[in-house]
């Protein structure tokens, strides 16, 4: 099985169809007071399996899918989901890359734990205060147990962390041969109590959203356009979103997202091709694309006035 590093995986996600997330379960016993989904311990998690097992069918076959991000809440809260999940995906050749608190590793790891991992391309293993060190969290001994259970499974790890002062070096003092995801605080969810949102900007500083390339699916048959966490729990506007009950629904799904005009133009030109119809500024790329789906959705004739003005290929929007 192919390892992947941090950069082969970002590029993965730029390629339209190469990967998506697998949304597994709301449900996370760490409760950080930053989780950007709201993650609680009885939060919301499979409940039809026969609907899961479908979901996992159509993602397992879709055709140029190379790789699965598997996220949550804690997959690993979810065994049986999480044993299903990832035996398919890998049995259809598809890399798995699993996020995960490391909350597990209280020795001895169970051994299905291992054999999960063995399964696993590649380990995001969040490493910051709130996940560490939260009422709840691995703690430094439990979080050393989980950097070596990754490496003796033979994954590639990745030690995510939040943007703050030392947080790359303590990293990579954990484990030296790691990569390091440092990822910027998110305002939405628990974190909307904790971190200010980002400024106001023009819609023309915001570039093409690559984003787009990496839609998510979830446990219960919502499948989304991006992975907008915001989205993915249901804000959003509701043409982002699309609602599925068998494995041929998920690549429908996806490829009504591929075709849709509005987002065909985001994703080519940015949301500085809605500025003739979306009022600026902004604070994220994601407000932006929200107004902007919003818009077309109510006035259809907004597509063709904004590529027209964005100077854009006809193509790119119809």
């Known amino acids: 099985m192919r390892r992947l590093t941090m950069a082969q995986a970002e590029e993965l996600r730029r390629v339209p169809g190469a990967s998506l997330a697998f949304f597994l379960t709301d449900r996370c016993p760490v409760g950080c007071g930053h989780c950007s989904v709201s993650a609680t311990v009885d939060g919301p998690t499979i409940r039809d399996w026969e609907l899961f097992t479908q979901v996992v069918a159509g993602v397992a076959s879709l055709p140029g899918l190379r790789a699965v991000a ?13 044993i299903h999940a990832v035996g398919s995906l890998a049995a259809a050749g598809k890399a798995v890359v699993l996020f995960t608190s490391g909350y597990w590793a209280r020795p001895p790891v169970p051994a299905w734990i291992r054999q999960v991992l063995e399964l696993t391309s590649t380990v995001y293993l969040s490493t910051d205060s709130y996940h560490v060190d939260g009422p709840a969290g691995a703690g430094r001994d439990r979080l050393a147990t989980a950097v070596r259970t990754v490496l003796d499974a033979g994954c590639h790890l990745v030690l995510q962390v939040l943007d703050e002062p030392g947080a790359r070096d303590a990293a990579k003092a954990l484990c030296p041969t790691a990569d390091v995801s440092v990822i910027a605080p998110l305002p939405v969810g628990r974190g909307a109590d904790l971190f200010a949102p980002a400024p106001l900007r023009p819609l023309s500083d915001f570039g093409r959203c690559h984003l787009l390339n990496s839609p998510t699916v979830r446990y219960d048959g919502r499948v989304s356009a991006c992975c907008n966490e915001g989205v993915i729990v249901g804000a959003g506007p509701p043409g982002l979103r699309r609602q599925v009950a068998t494995a ?11 075709a849709d005009p509005a987002l065909r133009l985001l994703g080519r030109h940015g949301p500085n091709a809605l500025s003739t119809i979306v009022d600026g500024p902004a604070r994220t790329i994601c407000q932006a694309c929200w107004a902007g789906v919003e818009r077309i959705a109510a006035d259809p004739k907004a597509l063709a006035v904004a590529t027209l003005l964005a100077g854009a290929d006809p193509g790119d929007g119809a």
């Open 70 to 82: 598997i996220t949550g809440g804690e997959p690993f809260v979810e065994r049986r989901g999480l």
């Open 248 to 258: 041929d629904d998920v690549a429908a799904a996806l490829a009504e997202f591929r």
